[in-house]
C-alpha cells in the first residue's frame, strides 16, 4: 500500500514518527502552513516558520524516503490578529518555491469579517501563482462555513477543480461534491472522521476528488490514519485500486496541479516492509507510540 498524506503537520510530531510512517507506506505528504496552538506575535514568527516548512522538515523527511511538500498561508485563526495580518504581504516570497504546491489553510474558522479579506485576498494569489488551495472549513457551524466557503470560492474565479475543501462530514460532503471542489476528510482517533464513516461515505459517493488525510498535528491524532483507513477499507470490500486511488493518485493528482510534485518512481514499498506494522491484517490497529 503506497500513500500520499495529503494534509498533515509534521513540525508539530516527532523524527520517530517520519519512520513509523516510511514502515506504512507513507512516500509522500503535503503540510500546510497552520496555528502552532501558542499565538504569534509578529511577521517574523511566519518567516522562521515558512522557511522551516521549505526547509528543515523537507530534510527530516527525505531521511525516510518520504517527499516532503508544502502548502503556504495565512491560516485563518490568526487571521484575526492585526499583528499576523501583514503577513499576507509576505506570501508571493515563498508561493514560487519549489515543492509548494498549494495556498493553505486558508478558509474560516470564526467566520469574521477579517477571515474574509484574507481568505479572498489568498484566493487570489492562488490565481496569481497558480496553485492549488487547500480549504480550512470551520470546526463550530460547519454546515453554514462551508456553504459560505463554496460562495467565496465562486465568486473568486479559482476553478473548483483546484480547490479542496477539506474536514469534511456526512452533513458537507454533497454540497461540496455538487460544486466540483475536491473533497478532504480528516481521519482523528477520537474527533472528525473515522476509518467506518470514511468507508460509508466512499461507498455513497464514490472515490473521484476524494481525499483522505491524517492531518496530524500537536493535539490528539495519529500520522498513520491514512494507512489505518486503507486497511479498513479492504477489510470493507473495496479493492486495491480503489484505495490506491484515494490514498496516492488523487493527492497525486489534485497537487500535480502545482506542477512542482517531486516524486521518485512509482514509491513502492520500502525495503523494510517486514515490519510488523505492514505484515499486519486488514482489521489490525496502528500501534501508537
Not at 97 to 106: L, P, S, T, W, Y
Amino acid at each position: 500500500m503506497r500513500i500520499f498524506d495529503p494534509h498533515i503537520h509534521m513540525t508539530s510530531r516527532t523524527t520517530d514518527d517520519y519512520e513509523r510512517m516510511a514502515a506504512a507506506g507513507v512516500r509522500a505528504l503535503v503540510e500546510p502552513a497552520f496555528w502552532l496552538g501558542q499565538p504569534r506575535t509578529g511577521v517574523g514568527s511566519f518567516v522562521d516558520y515558512f522557511d522551516a516548512l521549505i526547509g528543515w522538515e523537507r530534510y527530516r523527511a527525505g531521511q525516510f524516503g518520504i517527499a516532503h511538500h508544502c502548502a503556504i498561508a495565512l491560516n485563518p485563526k490568526e487571521a484575526n490578529d492585526p499583528r499576523c495580518r501583514p503577513v499576507l504581504d509576505v506570501l508571493p516570497r515563498y508561493l514560487g518555491k519549489d515543492r509548494v504546491v498549494a495556498v493553505g489553510e486558508v478558509g474560516y474558522d470564526s467566520m469574521t469579517p477579517e477571515e474574509d479579506t484574507a481568505f479572498a485576498a489568498q484566493l487570489r494569489l492562488a490565481a496569481e501563482f497558480e496553485l492549488p488551495v487547500l480549504v480550512h472549513t470551520p470546526h463550530r457551524n460547519k454546515v453554514e462555513g462551508t456553504r459560505r466557503t463554496l460562495d467565496v470560492i465562486r465568486e473568486s474565479g479559482v476553478p473548483p477543480e483546484r480547490v479542496v475543501v477539506d474536514h469534511l462530514n456526512e452533513l458537507t460532503v454533497r454540497m461540496v461534491a455538487d460544486s466540483g471542489c475536491w473533497m478532504g476528510f480528516s481521519i482523528y482517533p477520537d474527533t472528525k472522521m473515522s476509518e467506518r464513516r470514511m468507508a460509508v461515505i466512499l461507498r455513497e459517493h464514490g472515490t473521484a476528488r476524494m481525499l483522505v488525510n491524517s492531518a496530524a498535528d500537536w493535539g490528539r491524532s495519529d500520522p498513520l490514519k491514512t494507512r489505518a483507513t486503507g486497511l479498513h477499507l479492504l477489510s470493507a470490500g473495496f479493492g486495491e485500486d480503489e484505495v490506491d486511488r484515494v490514498l496516492w493518485r488523487n493527492p497525486v493528482d489534485f497537487y500535480g496541479q502545482s506542477g512542482r510534485l517531486e516524486l521518485s518512481g512509482d514509491s513502492p514499498e520500502p525495503a523494510f516492509a517486514g515490519n510488523s506494522i505492514l505484515r499486519g491484517g486488514v482489521d489490525d490497529e496502528i500501534p501508537a507510540r
